[in-house]
């Protein structure tokens, strides 16, 4: 927030499935109250959480909060989004709010996901194709959530990287307050990286999953047994 707020004169941040907006509100406090310009946009699904969070900001006489409900594949994002976070968005939510960050090339995204279920039955339905002593991560049901949700996360953080955002992994609180306390953070840094995409090409191929945020980006498993990358596509290019 210090960085965007030193660089541009009027941020945009934006919270996807924000929920009561409680974090939009802090940030609004702490950032953007006493601030001249910059708008925080919450998004949430359910109407009645944003006519509550609505209700709540004008009577802070928070000004330059904004509220949209709407499903995250169908909101109205703006054209500039400088910082875009998303705090426990349900399953493939979190995907979808990645999804705009990359698209829209937010200088920032910092997201804590939620339970993930997508890629444990993705699993479950390629256990025959790939590599079966991979395979025996994931046998048993239990396993195959917890793996998938550790492998969804790692797709996120790769796939990030290889749009080109520098990524730090780590928690967010402590344990006690959340078991859902994973924070993937990201700052732009370069247009892509296509070292990490090939990375993330061979993980997808390797476990036979392809996450909501490698359909909405376009990102095709690699198979295990085609040519490694060759050198000058590892290459990565300046912002
Ligand atoms: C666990 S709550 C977290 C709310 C808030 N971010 C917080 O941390 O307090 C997840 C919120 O995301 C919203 N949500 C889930 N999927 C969504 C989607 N696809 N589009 C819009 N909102 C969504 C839900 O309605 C819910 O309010």
Redesign the pocket.
């Known amino acids: 927030m210090e960085d965007v707020q030193s660089r541009h004169g009027a941020p945009v941040v934006v919270?996807?499935?924000?929920?009561?907006?409680?974090?939009g509100f802090i940030l609004y406090e702490l950032f953007l109250k006493d601030a001249e310009a910059g708008t925080l946009l919450s998004?949430?699904?359910?109407p009645e959480?944003t006519q509550r969070a609505k209700e709540r900001a004008g009577r802070l006489g928070f000004g330059r909060m904004e509220f949209q409900t709407?499903?995250?594949?169908e909101?109205q994002w703006p054209e500039r989004i400088h910082v875009l976070m998303?705090?426990?968005?349900?399953?493939?939510?979190t995907d979808?709010a990645l999804a705009v960050a990359i698209q829209k090339g937010a200088d920032y995204v910092a997201v804590v996901p939620?339970c993930q279920a997508e890629v444990a039955q993705q699993l479950k339905e390629s256990k025959q194709a790939v590599d079966a002593t991979l395979a025996l991560l994931y046998q048993h049901a239990w396993h195959r959530r917890e793996f998938g949700s550790h492998l969804t996360n790692v797709i996120r953080a790769l796939t990030l990287e290889a749009f080109g955002y520098q990524v730090t992994v780590t928690e967010l609180t402590g344990w006690e307050h959340s078991l859902k306390n994973e924070l993937i953070l990201g700052r732009r840094v370069h247009r892509e990286n296509r070292q990490a995409r090939a990375k993330l090409e061979s993980l997808l191929g390797s476990f036979g999953v392809r996450p909501k945020l490698a359909r909405v980006l376009g990102v095709e498993p690699r198979s295990p047994t085609s040519q490694p990358t060759p050198p000058e596509a590892t290459r990565t290019t300046p912002a």
């Open positions: 919270d996807a499935g924000s929920g009561n907006a409680y974090l998004v949430e699904g359910r959480l709407a499903h995250l594949e909101a998303a705090l426990h968005a349900c399953d493939t939510a979808d939620c």
